[in-house]
């Protein structure tokens, strides 16, 4: 049996989502040795499917004070440590006439409580300042939103992790625990891409899976009552607005809209589903319809608009553990210290909350760590920037793919190699992504495959998704025979992940768009052919 | 205005249509939107390369008898005929072509597959028999930071197919002002510059010098000749060793030449080309189309005796799909959408035989269009906005284009 460079660890964080990368960022900036390991690709569940909205915690403030508390302090704290990732883009509640404009009231009083700067706007003034909003609106009150991007957020604590000498095992699953009388001392990992196992030891492993962390405490003979809640998005061609709009009411089904780079998103419908349905969720054409519905309420122009794709991400809700019925759920922070709790020394289960608390969690379970392994250094993850949002003179960027690359890596940009020919290159006309991008993702950013590529450099992301960049970027990715026919198997399951999102909603310009894709990589260049291995990931929405 | 013939659509299959009339002598306007799918095709031609399994076809006549009944070729009165036709009006219109209707032959693909196909045109790469490659090495010759011809896919292919491969690239002084703006190195783009016979000349040198001893075929991408085929004849030629030509990723040049040669022998014949312009509303009268009205003709009505609907599939909006039906959107005509409801149009596996593939508009045995359920008896469709086929799987695009456009220039003609 082999085991991770036979070494012991201070710490193994399970789940390469923002909380494990938040995790392993935290434990390594206070010194200690760290291990973070992943199943699949960074920000494959909840991070990666959710509306990439940094929350102002307004939409909280009337029903859960705590986390509307906790947003808006993690909200201040990421415009400074995580400024490339964070567009500031200002939010809007609005309410139309089916609403209650009584409502509005108690939402400004309880934001201003919570500490959420709340402003009522007349409901003219909103349409100057947001063109899109529904014009029928009664009431505006302006927020402290914005939007985030979630791939890279996750990539930069990843990074920042192992500048303070953090490992990092991709498509490492963990398949077992170790557990030696009433302690747990390590996981048994499986590489998922060559089917080879490996012990890795650690003094406390921290299970950071989300909604997987049910699964995981499972194998320690823990039981922590989860309920998948799944959660249905529509990404839209073009960026309709360029405000958050909320619905100025008690939250409900897709009532937030918000603009991601060049696209924007609705969701999020809400359904509770089994366990097992969590590694490949679809999106229902019911919750097109209802998505569909309530979006065109918020931004009319979003029924004429092209849908790119729908995708659906689960959110993992816990159960109090007060409550037996398991009915009563935290919508807070959760942190389980199974020693205390289940007897089980060496185990901390960090669940719960959201993808705007993600460096307050990490922040609470590395304290608990580092009281396990008796360290006292405190945390400083709320002010040290991640790696590219260093504060740095901005340098003149004069081409459109060095200005997007700019925008995607922030200062890291400078380390991209540019100036010759064959580096600048384009790749992916609509993200503008250069050869030189590619090649700097594949060496520095745990790159393996194109949907991996996609995460860390939007390659196939634009309104063609992936029509000629996908087969270029494989190109440049692939280097002798061997890697050809894994590239060409590559661009198969990628063309056929891209029709994942496209299916559930593929009419008007999306059916002509699939039908082109088609033409180009399967008549034309024959890719389903010459593929020899149809393993579909479905899970890599 | 009025016409002997009107045909909306400026691809293949409303200029086989419109050339074949024309050279019976009629009258013939065209109306074209301007692209046509042939940008995104390989420079040849398939008929019917793969059968219901997916397996290549190699003798595709009598797979054509075996194809189901809604397949277009039914409605053919001599495929074998027709085929002959198409390939000499291709010839007529100064594209010269390799291939019969007996017997495929296999075409080479960008990142290196083998297809089978039925034309392929002159300087193209071919493959008489997929099961025994005609070379022993070959040089792959791309030309440098060209990233649309995938040389690492193409060469790993033909090794696989036990063909050793040398990967080389050249560039000339004058590629390299494309080369500092990086959208430029694009096929259409390096057509554009590789124009005059000193550059012809130049780069052929290069290639010989990169490729000239020892190989038995030297593969080049498709990226010469927007307009005819001399240069890139010219360049295989000053080559001095055998050289062929392979598809590149779109827009392929070769399509490109190929719809601007037929468009030239089109116009030649005498034909009016309106391009740019798209039809917007037929006049009916009773079940005859009297004329139709297009964005650009403001208010002008363009009449004719016959009218030929050839404005392609989805992917060239000659059909439309919206939230909760299929129709086809220039003159409303009916649309064969298989009785599904949009839940069940595409599947969830992209390899899947999609339904919405076979979409179309419904004809009669004529291939005279329908409006409300009544035939129009002036009123024809060819090429892909037929219904009843799926070119993805079965490989027909080239066929069902310039068939169903031959015969139906028979029917008018009789």
């Not at chain 1, 659906?312 to 922070?333: F, H, K, Q, T, Y």
């Not at chain 1, 969690?361 to 260093?390: D, Y």
């Not at chain 2, 050839?310 to 298989?338: I, Q």
Request: net charge negative; glycine share 8%.
């Amino acid at each position: 049996m082999t085991t991770v460079n036979n070494n012991h660890y201070d710490v193994i964080v399970i789940g390469g989502g923002i909380t494990g990368a938040g995790t392993a960022r935290d434990c390594a900036m206070r010194g200690l040795k760290v291990l973070l390991v992943e199943r699949h690709d960074f920000s494959t569940g909840a991070t990666g499917r959710n509306h990439g909205l940094m929350h102002s915690g307004a939409r909280y403030a009337v029903t859960d004070h705590e986390s509307a508390k906790e947003c808006i302090q993690e909200n201040m704290i990421l415009r400074k440590i995580a400024k490339h990732c964070v567009e500031e883009t200002d939010g809007l509640f609005i309410t139309l006439p089916e609403d209650d404009i009584n409502f509005q009231a108690t939402f400004v009083q309880k934001c201003t409580e919570a500490g959420i700067s709340a402003e009522i706007i007349d409901p003219k003034q909103a349409i100057l300042m947001e063109p899109s909003v529904n014009p029928e609106l009664i009431g505006a009150v302006k927020v402290p939103d914005a939007s985030i991007d979630p791939f890279r957020l996750t990539m930069a604590n990843v990074l920042d992790a192992q500048l303070h000498g953090a490992e990092v095992l991709v498509y490492h699953e963990v398949i077992d625990v170790i557990i030696e009388q009433d302690r747990m001392v390590g996981v048994k990992l499986r590489n998922n891409h060559n089917g080879e196992t490996l012990d890795a030891y650690a003094t406390v492993t921290v299970n950071a899976a989300g909604i997987w962390g049910a699964l995981i405490a499972q194998m320690a003979g823990v039981k922590i009552n989860m309920f998948p809640a799944k959660g249905s998005l529509l990404i839209f061609g073009h960026r309709v607005n360029h405000m958050v709009i909320n619905r100025c009411r008690k939250p409900a089904n897709a009532d937030i809209l918000v603009p991601d780079d060049a696209v924007c998103v609705i969701g999020t419908t809400s359904l509770r589903i089994p366990i097992e349905e969590c590694d490949d969720m679809r999106v229902t054409p019911e919750e097109v319809e209802e998505l569909l519905a309530e979006g065109m309420k918020l931004a009319p122009s979003l029924g004429s608009t092209r849908i790119l794709r729908g995708y659906a991400g689960v959110r993992p809700l816990v159960a109090s553990d007060d409550d037996p019925s398991g009915r009563s759920i935290s919508r807070g922070i959760v942190t389980l210290d199974h020693e205390k709790r289940d007897g089980l020394a060496g185990f901390i289960t960090i669940t719960g909350g959201k993808m705007m608390t993600y460096r307050l969690m990490a922040e609470e379970v590395t304290n608990l760590v580092c009281q396990k392994l008796n360290i006292n250094k405190s945390c400083e993850t709320a002010t040290t920037p991640l790696p590219g949002s260093e504060p740095k003179e901005e340098t003149k960027r004069f081409s459109f793919s060095q200005k997007a690359a700019q925008g995607r890596h922030g200062t890291l940009n400078d380390t991209i190699e540019r100036g010759e020919a064959a580096n600048d290159a384009l790749v992916c006309e609509c993200e503008g992504v250069s050869v030189g991008e590619v090649r700097y993702a594949v060496t520095k950013l745990h790159v393996h495959n194109l949907i991996n590529l996609r995460r860390r450099t939007r390659v196939g992301m634009g309104t063609c998704q992936g029509e000629l960049c996908a087969c270029r970027a494989a190109g440049v990715m692939c280097n002798d025979d061997k890697s050809a026919q894994k590239a060409i198997n590559d661009l198969n399951g990628f063309i056929n992940e891209r029709w994942k999102g496209m299916q559930p909603v593929a009419w008007g310009d999306n059916l002509a768009e699939a039908q082109l894709t088609a033409t180009i990589y399967q008549s034309l260049l024959g890719v389903d052919k010459l593929a020899n291995e149809r393993r579909i990931e479905y899970y890599e929405i | 205005m009025k016409f002997d013939i009107i045909i909306i659509g400026g691809g293949l299959s409303g200029l086989t249509a419109g050339i074949a009339l024309a050279e019976a002598g009629k009258d013939v306007a065209l109306v074209s939107a301007g692209q046509s799918s042939l940008h995104f095709g390989s420079g040849s031609l398939d008929l019917l390369g793969c059968d219901e399994k997916g397996n290549d076809i190699y003798k595709p006549l009598d797979a054509i008898k075996a194809v189901n009944s809604k397949h277009q070729y039914n409605k053919l009165e001599d495929v074998s005929s027709l085929a002959g036709v198409a390939k000499q009006l291709l010839e007529r219109a100064g594209i010269a072509t390799t291939g019969n209707i007996t017997s495929n032959h296999w075409r080479i693909t960008p990142i290196g597959g083998l297809m089978p196909t039925w034309l392929s045109m002159e300087g193209m790469a071919t493959i008489e028999d997929p099961d025994q490659m005609p070379w022993r090495k070959v040089a792959l010759v791309n030309i440098i930071n060209y990233l649309d011809f995938p040389t690492k896919f193409l060469a790993s292919g033909l090794r696989d197919k036990g063909v050793e491969v040398d990967v080389k690239a050249v560039s000339l002084p004058e590629l390299q002002k494309l080369r500092q703006s990086p959208t430029e190195m694009r096929s259409s783009n390096i057509a554009k510059v590789i124009e005059s016979n000193e550059l012809i000349v130049k780069l052929a040198e290069e290639v010989y010098k990169v490729a000239g001893e020892g190989y038995d075929m030297v593969l080049l991408p498709a990226v010469l000749g927007m307009t005819n085929s001399e240069k890139s004849q010219q360049l295989l030629k000053l080559i001095k060793v055998p050289a062929r030509y392979v598809a590149t990723l779109p827009p392929s040049v070769p399509g490109v030449r190929m719809q601007t040669m037929l468009r030239k022998r089109f116009t030649a014949l005498g034909g009016t080309f309106f391009t740019g312009d798209q039809v917007t509303e037929g006049l009916f009268e009773d079940n005859i189309l009297k004329g139709v009205k297009t964005a650009k003709l403001d208010g002008t009505t363009l009449e004719a005796d016959n009218f030929i609907l050839a404005t392609g599939s989805f992917m060239s909006r000659g059909l439309k799909a919206d939230y909760n039906r299929v129709y086809e959107p220039a003159l409303g005509v009916d649309v064969d959408d298989l009785g599904l409801d949009r839940k069940t149009w595409a599947k969830i596996d992209v390899t899947d035989a999609q339904p919405y593939m076979e979409m179309g508009v419904k004809t009669d045995e004529n291939l005279r269009c329908m409006r409300n359920g009544t035939t129009i008896s002036n009123l024809f469709a060819v090429g892909s906005i037929l219904s009843g086929h799926n070119s993805i799987k079965r490989l027909d695009a080239g066929g069902v284009d310039m068939l169903t456009a031959l015969q139906v220039a028979n029917n008018i003609i009789k």
